[in-house]
């Protein structure tokens, strides 16, 4: 079971004169997108369009599958002061992402059958997008007992994770890893030694030192990133490793697949573009977990995703409080939201210098990630939903506000290319850009 368009729009559209690029199809060209009862027609210079058929002039943009981010946290339930559902789904598609996964660690963890379909039924009542959930790997996140994993994956759970705590029992992350190969189920972990990390709040270092707070070496990475492919060899379970921050990392990813094992990893934006610098004056919007590293891990990441060592872009979008924020450093929350930021990001740092393609990035961004996790989503395929991002590469904004909940992001103010003019899901706008400060669109799901 997985979430559904309850109301798709049931009269046409046409999408013409946009640069239309889909990887899954090797496309890339200038050309028009017949839309009917929410999925895609056809594509085309010379379509058989019926009269009266309403168009949407896409000239000078990217018309592109909708994002899929496969690591968001919507906070529901349990953290709705920091995000809900609607309010997640609707920064979203303000940011071109049609297609979330959800994390499971909200307040009681998703741990059981019930969870699970409370996100499913809410993203159908109140979500912009669609919302795709994942179960935690051990019941409570306390990495004792495996949850209810095939009951989860029964009603729509399409991954397991204690995402922001690691599994450090090996002989349960083993047994997950077996255990999902019957539902062809990713494992998604946070690879990180609790016992190196300790009480550290930075990347270990020189700048930790000066500035007086506990480091957390590169070490509790990368080595639970070598346990985790360990088992994986052992099993032959799917692994996903996730927000990747160190040039070890990549190097131990790249050895997985050489062997032809079943591991794939994604990388944030914010680690392909910021360095440790960026929590000088204890700035607590660049605190995350994994911490932000050094240049050399930077280059390193990015190497690693053009050659596809990383399969995916994810933002990591994790919400908090302005209070909570406004803490010492040392006590406040890590995680910063992305959104709306992640693809603005990736065509400022690293299409603009050459690093991706316009085509790469869409594949990495969209294609991969859906076809990763099994989703219904990343290409515009005749007969595909029509889940549709429509942006401007070239034009520029400044982030000064944003429509998460929260604003916990280091790049307030940040001027950057890569306008989202329009989202459609289900060939039903859910986002537009002239009308952004009008009254919501009503949710098509």
Known sequence: MIPVIKNPHRGRLLI???????????????????????????????????????????????????????????????????????????AAAAGGVTSVVSMPNTNPP??????????????????????????????GRLGQELSEIGAMASVGCVAITDDGSEVMNSQLFRRALEYTKTFNLIVMDHCEDVNLMGDGVMNDGALATRLGLAGIPRQAEYTMVARNIALAELTGGRLHLTHMSVKESVELIRQAKAKGLHVTADVTPHHLILTEEAVQEYKSNAKVNPPLRTMEDVTALRKGLKEGVLDCVASDHAPHTQSEKLQEFSNAPFGLIGLETMLPLIITELVKPGYLTLSE????????????????????????????VIFDPEAKQTFTHFVSRSQNSPFLGWQLNGVVERTLVGGQTVYERSAASAKPHPSPL
């Open 110 to 139: 998703m741990d059981n059958v019930a969870d699970i379909q409370f996100v499913i039924s809410r993203a159908a009542q109140e979500g912009m997008v669609r919302v795709y959930p994942t179960g935690t790997i051990s019941k």
């Open 16 to 90: 013409k004169g946009g640069r239309v690029i889909d990887p899954r199809q090797n496309l890339d060209q200038v050309t028009n997108i017949l839309i009917e009862n929410g999925k895609v027609l056809s594509i085309g210079h010379h379509l058989d369009t019926p009269a009266n058929t309403p168009t949407l002039d896409a000239t000078n943009s990217v018309v592109a599958p909708g994002l899929v981010d496969v690591h968001v946290h919507l906070r529901e339930p349990g953290g709705e002061a920091k995000e809900t559902i609607a309010t997640g789904t609707r």
């Open 361 to 388: 990035m869409i594949l990495r961004m969209s294609d991969l990630p859906a076809r990763l996790f099994n989703l219904p989503a990343g290409t515009l395929e005749p007969g595909s939903n029509a889940d549709i």
